[in-house]
């Protein structure tokens, strides 16, 4: 079967640094995404990752290693409105995803 | 430039019933894709649609059914429903599907089954 495995809740608190890794088995592999989620809200892009490395976008950075079937979403500087739910998502084929199934994020004051 | 709009936005159903939901994608977006979320299972693809095509699908019973018009409006229908198909309904758009990177998602249709 194909899979995508992450961690069901995290806690951290204001200002820190956080990571939420995604862990995927899958018949093929185009990329590896990640979306936002809050309570009542539609999902919102936030990265994506075809090759192996670090991509940046403000905040939030995605790492992806293809070799190990392995990616993680990093979180800087936690604000409160960053409390939401993380999805990791692949595409295993053409016009196809497959989604984790997220990842609570709880910042504390 | 609107968003994806889906309607109706909740809907309550009973069990045996059929059910149609509206996807309408951002303006000359072709691709839509369908998604069923519920709680603990996270999202799971239904199915895709360009240019009035079917080019992939997931792994559900073929109770479940779209299509797609010209204008790249999409429907799903869902026939002789049941109690667990109460979920969360997404659709999501992008220009042209597999190489896009970036779904931008409607606010999904809550369907109740009772």
């Known amino acids: 079967g194909q899979s995508l495995e992450q961690p069901s809740e995290v806690t951290a608190v204001e200002g820190a640094i956080v990571q939420i890794n995604c862990t995927y088995q899958t018949s093929g592999f185009y990329g590896l995404s990640w979306y936002q989620q809050h309570d009542g809200g539609a999902p919102t892009f936030l990265s994506y990752?075809?090759?192996?490395g670090l991509e940046e976008t403000g905040r939030f950075s995605s790492f992806l290693s293809r070799s190990d079937s392995y990616g993680y979403l990093l979180l800087q500087e936690l604000q409160m409105k960053d409390s939401a739910s993380y999805f990791c998502a692949v595409s295993p084929s053409n016009y196809k995803y497959i989604f984790g199934t997220g990842t609570r994020l709880k910042v504390l004051a | 430039k609107a968003g994806v709009t889906q309607t109706p936005r909740y809907l309550i159903k009973t069990r045996g019933q059929q059910v149609t939901l509206s996807c309408s994608p951002i303006?000359?977006?072709?691709?839509v894709s369908w998604y069923q979320q519920t709680p603990g299972q996270g999202l799971q693809f239904l199915f895709e649609?360009?240019?009035?095509?079917?080019?992939n699908k997931g792994n559900f019973p073929g109770r479940f059914s779209g299509r797609q018009f010209s204008n790249s409006r999409s429907e799903m229908n869902v026939s002789t429903l049941e109690l667990g198909d109460s979920a969360l309904y997404l659709c999501?758009?992008?220009?042209?599907?597999?190489?896009?990177?970036?779904?931008?998602f409607g606010p999904g249709t809550r369907l109740t089954v009772l």
């Open positions: 990752n075809a090759l192996d």
């Open positions: 649609y360009f240019s009035e095509t079917q080019r």
């Open positions: 999501a758009s992008s220009l042209q599907g597999a190489e896009d990177n970036e779904q931008f």
């Open positions: 303006s000359g977006h072709r691709s």
